[in-house]
C-alpha cells in the first residue's frame, strides 16, 4: 500500500505542478460538499506528523480549509466547466466528505 502523503523535498513537482511549500506537509485531497466536487492540495505544518494531515485539518480549532490549486466541479450541473483557482478556503461545517486522492486531478 503506498502512503499518499508526501514532502515536496523528496518529489520531482514539474512547473505545471503545485510548487513545494517549504516547511509544510501536503496531500492531494477531494473535497465534496453539497454543491460541488473539488480537488487540491491541502496543507499542515511539518510539526505534525505526517499521518494526520486530515484528521488534523478537520479537528483542529480552525473552522475553515485552505485549499491551493483547486479544481471546483459542479455537483448538480455536472455539465458546467470545471473552475480552477490558486486559492480557496472551505468552512468546515460544509463538507460531506474528504480524502486523500492523488489521482483525483483533470491533467492526469
Do not use: H
Not at 19 to 39: A, M
Not at 56 to 81: C, M, Q, W
Amino acid at each position: 500500500m503506498t502512503n499518499s502523503f508526501f514532502d515536496e523535498a523528496d518529489v520531482d513537482i514539474s512547473k505545471e505542478s503545485m510548487p513545494p511549500v517549504p516547511g509544510f506537509w501536503s496531500e492531494r485531497v477531494r473535497i465534496l460538499t453539497e454543491d460541488y466536487e473539488i480537488n487540491g492540495y491541502v496543507f499542515m505544518p511539518k510539526t505534525g506528523r505526517k499521518n494526520r494531515v486530515l484528521s488534523d485539518i478537520l479537528n483542529g480549532s480552525r473552522r475553515f480549509v485552505a485549499v491551493k490549486d483547486a479544481e471546483i466541479k459542479s455537483r448538480k450541473t455536472p455539465d458546467r466547466k470545471v473552475e480552477t483557482t490558486e486559492f480557496i478556503q472551505l468552512n468546515l461545517d460544509s463538507i460531506i466528505i474528504i480524502r486523500p486522492c492523488p489521482e483525483c486531478f483533470t491533467d492526469q
